[in-house]
């Protein structure tokens, strides 16, 4: 019977899996085919072309260096500061916008989603242009005042957090966008209705935006957080990993130990340990997610 139930299913839903067959073959190719293909070649010292079997030597070379660990505490502040910042601003910014004026709102839209559609390293450059402590704007302005000129790229103690900046202004556009087509679908009759009751906007926002753009969140959540730890042409371009290692990240060794090192085997390591802090975000963010519905029911 069990057997006949499910041919039964299989025939009643087999265009179902014939629209997804091709999503689950290009899955299998480009995205589990080469993490497991990783995964083994993490195992492997694969440095100078050699290929001998160490185990998981290669994992505990990441965890006894202290330049792989400071990488991994780069990576998380990165991503423990960057994404919140995004979230919090970006549901600011579409809730104060969402529900202007239409030519208003596309003019925000647009300046905001400017950084976003220009290529990364074209907007590294830029700001390149305005940090270096050579040529940069913010040494020819201080010249002009007669200040001190301030290399804030070498700097050790602002570095990381110019990088976390720079990286808000990136994104932030992308975010906004996002949360701002999320409350424009939302009922006008809920909005009016706070209105109607006295409700200020910091109430709209708290019992309205923020619950229904919930979705939206655990999107931004999940991809921001994904981006953020995987962050390189920035430190590529303007700090290359210094000064002092401050601003090295785990896809910054990631590169240097497969293209300079030729040590594909640790960089391997590397990228397996990004995939599965990304995995740990995101069912963190989940399961989080589950337990507020329940919380709710």
Known sequence: MEVFSINKTLKKNWQAYLFTAPFVVLSAVFMVY????????SLYNSKWGSNVFVGFANYAKIFSKDIYLLSIRNSLFLVATVVPLLIVF???????????????????????YIPVIISMVV??????????????????????????????????????????????TMNIGQCVLLYVADMIGISKE???????????????FRYILIPLTKPTTVFVFITQASATLKTFIVIQLLTKGGPNFKTTT?????????????????????????????????????????????KAK
């Open 34 to 41: 080469p993490i497991f293909g990783g995964f083994v070649n």
């Open 190 to 204: 809920l909005i009016e209705a706070c209105r109607i009751d006295g409700g200020s906007r910091w109430h709209m």
């Open 250 to 294: 785990m896809m910054f060794l990631l590169y240097q130990e497969a293209f300079e090192n030729s040590n594909t085997g640790v960089a391997s390591a590397i990228g397996v340990l990004m995939f599965l802090i990304s995995l740990l975000l995101v069912t963190f963010r989940f399961i989080s997610l589950r337990r507020e519905e329940n």
């Open 90 to 112: 970006g549901l600011l910014i579409a809730g104060s916008i969402f529900d202007k004026v239409p030519a208003y709102v596309s003019g925000v839209r647009i300046c905001l």
């Open 123 to 168: 907007m590294s450059i830029i700001w390149r242009f305005i940090l270096d402590s050579q040529t940069g704007l913010i040494r020819y302005f201080t010249m002009q005042l007669g200040l001190e000129s301030v290399d804030v790229l070498s700097n050790i103690k602002w570095t990381l957090i110019l990088l976390v900046f720079i990286l808000f």
